[in-house]
């Protein structure tokens, strides 16, 4: 079946610091892979998306690139901000799961001046 | 961009009660809502899909009598936990998914439930 694994957190990081949060998946198929973020009081936004293998979303300064290979969609930002500050949500949906995405635990993020 | 509405943020309740979350598209008309759960440490998971007019979809091993989705009108989908039990504490998150936003799902804020 589909899961998703997720680094723990919750990560406190210094500004201008450089951030990766490891995201691995496993599905059938061909699935897309998402990364939401949820702000302090705010719902779940999408962050950014890739929909194939090598695809690289991207949004804000942070990347991630969809690695069919080790199944692997890591997040990186190379300088984080306070506000940055939030919890990340790594996700996969399959052409086949109808309405299911898959989340991640999430990972609480603190940026710190 | 869009924006979903969900509240309360926040209830604790006694066990045997019910409890009602709202879950409201405040700029696009979402004929599909969707409701999850997250238990501490785990995934959010799908509890149901919600459609505009008709019966809610559930997923395998959510209890449909337990969990009332109610979704009558195009803006506004509740999600009751009737009798509430300590092991109904989690947090629930709805979404929207925005038919003129090339299918864009847009998420409320989520309710962290608390039954004493």
């Known amino acids: 079946g589909n899961s998703v694994t997720q680094m723990e957190g919750p990560v406190t990081l210094s500004e201008e610091a450089f951030l990766t949060i490891n995201c691995t998946y496993t599905a059938t198929g061909y699935p897309s892979l998402f990364w939401y973020v949820q702000y302090p009081g705010e719902g779940l936004q999408l962050l950014l998306k890739?929909?194939?293998?090598?695809d690289k979303g991207s949004n804000k300064g942070f990347e991630a690139t969809y690695r069919k290979e080790t199944t692997s969609f890591h997040l990186e930002k190379g300088s984080v901000q306070v506000s940055d500050s939030a919890v990340y949500f790594c996700?996969?949906?399959?052409?086949?799961?109808?309405?299911?995405?898959?989340f991640g635990t999430g990972t609480s993020l603190t940026v710190i001046p | 961009g869009a924006v979903v509405s969900q509240h309360p943020s926040r209830v604790i309740c006694k066990s045997g009660t019910s409890v009602k979350i709202e879950c409201r598209s405040l700029d696009f008309q979402a004929t599909t809502m969707f409701w999850y759960r997250q238990f501490p440490k785990q995934s959010l998971m799908l509890m149901a899909t919600s459609n505009e007019g008709s019966k809610a979809t559930y997923e395998q091993g959510v209890e449909k009598d337990k969990f009332l989705i109610n979704h009558a009108s195009l803006t506004l989908s509740t999600l009751t936990v009737t009798s509430a039990h300590p092991e109904d504490s989690s947090f629930y998150i709805c979404?929207?998914?925005?038919?003129?936003?090339?299918?864009?799902?847009?998420f409320g804020s989520g309710t962290q439930l608390s039954v004493l």
């Open positions: 890739a929909t194939k293998a090598d």
């Open positions: 996700a996969t949906k399959g052409s086949n799961t109808g309405n299911q995405f898959y």
């Open positions: 979404s929207a998914r925005d038919p003129g936003g090339a299918g864009k799902l847009f």
